[in-house]
């Protein structure tokens, strides 16, 4: 069986795929494919209307969009511990560290772009300092519920990895780390796992 990851090498959500794939031990099955999502050439949007990365081909030829659905379609491949644990209370607060960690990424992306890629004079500074507040009070909020980054790993662990490895790629002006001690201290044992340093993002 082989899946086709249509991928941009410095992407977070991607960086979530590869991390899970690596995670569930799925990296045989998987073709990858460089993709530009901001190349007004693409061929990206005739398979993802929404011309992002990631998206995944399914040995069917189905396409998967966003992260979070690609990472439950995997999941649901292999026969080891779930990602996505089936158990309720243990599946929801799964899927809320998730979205935390992803509306960490949105934040990041959002701050990233208007201040790297928006032309100088049409930049918006209330703009970027929403977004770093949001991942300022998101970072907080982490700290103060740092209990529910231990015990098996799950979906919600690896998204919230990714997030603060791109805020150390993207915005390392933050200095998220010294503010915030012990979540730099789990973020660094979890930034050895193989998973995570075979995923490094770089320009
Ligand atoms: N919610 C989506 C976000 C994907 C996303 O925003 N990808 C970016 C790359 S980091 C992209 O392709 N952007 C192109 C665009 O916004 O047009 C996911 O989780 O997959």
């Known amino acids: ?13 991607v960086r979530k795929i590869s991390v899970a794939i690596s995670e569930l031990g799925l990296s045989g099955q998987i073709e990858h494919i460089a993709t530009d999502p901001w190349n007004p050439e693409t061929d990206l949007t005739a398979q993802n209307p929404l011309g992002k990365v990631p998206a995944l081909i399914t040995d069917s030829g189905e396409v998967l969009f966003d ?55 049409h930049r918006w500074a209330v703009w970027v300092s929403r977004q770093r507040a949001a991942i300022d009070r998101s970072l907080a909020w982490l700290t103060e519920h740092i209990d529910l980054l231990g015990g098996q790993l799950h979906m919600g662990h690896l998204t919230v990895g990714c997030a603060l490895g791109y805020l ?23 930034s050895a796992r193989e998973s995570m340093r075979e995923t490094i993002p770089s320009d």
């Open 1 to 13: 069986m082989t899946m086709i990851l249509r991928y941009s090498p410095t992407s977070p959500y």
């Open 67 to 121: 992260s979070h659905v690609i990472c439950e379609y995997l999941d649901g491949l292999h026969r080891g511990p779930r990602l996505f644990p089936p158990e309720r209370t243990a599946r929801i607060q799964a899927l809320q560290l998730e979205a935390l960690g992803d509306g960490v990424l949105d934040a990041a992306v959002l701050a990233f772009i208007e201040t790297h890629r928006r032309p100088e004079a």
């Open 168 to 190: 150390d790629f993207r915005l390392a002006d933050l200095n998220w780390p010294e503010r915030y001690p012990d979540l730099a201290d789990w973020c660094r044992e979890f």
